[in-house]
């Protein structure tokens, strides 16, 4: 059985910052990735966010030059560094890791972040 933890959500005001912890235990040996993802109300999940155990990152281009992807693979770890929140970023943000064995995908239970003044 895996374990996918996310923390840090909550409320900010535009412009402000938040950073959000992802931690998986349990049944699985290695990762390969760590991404976020979020969903907005009435809006499909979409990727925000990914670090490969090579050390690559990515970000969707509404984010990029305001949120930072960090963490060790090795230790199953990753955070999310929140930076110039605009009210479009308010969703509910959710981590996944992916199994190097197989392939698998494993969820948070989710976090939510609320940008509001």
């Known amino acids: 059985q895996v374990h996918v933890v996310e923390s840090g959500g909550g409320l900010v005001q535009p412009g402000g910052s938040l950073r959000l912890s992802c931690a998986a235990s349990g049944s699985i040996l290695s990762v390969s990735a760590i991404s976020w993802y979020r969903q907005a109300p009435g809006k499909q999940r979409e990727l925000v966010a990914i670090?490969?155990?090579?050390?690559?990152?990515n970000y969707a281009d509404s984010v990029k030059g305001r949120f930072a992807i960090s963490g060790d693979i090795a230790r199953k770890t990753a955070y999310l560094q929140m930076n110039s929140l605009k009210s479009e970023d308010t969703a509910v943000y959710y981590c996944n890791v992916r199994a190097r064995a197989d392939g698998f995908s494993y969820w948070g239970q989710g976090s939510q972040v609320t940008v509001s003044s």
């Open positions: 670090l490969t155990s090579g050390g690559t990152t």
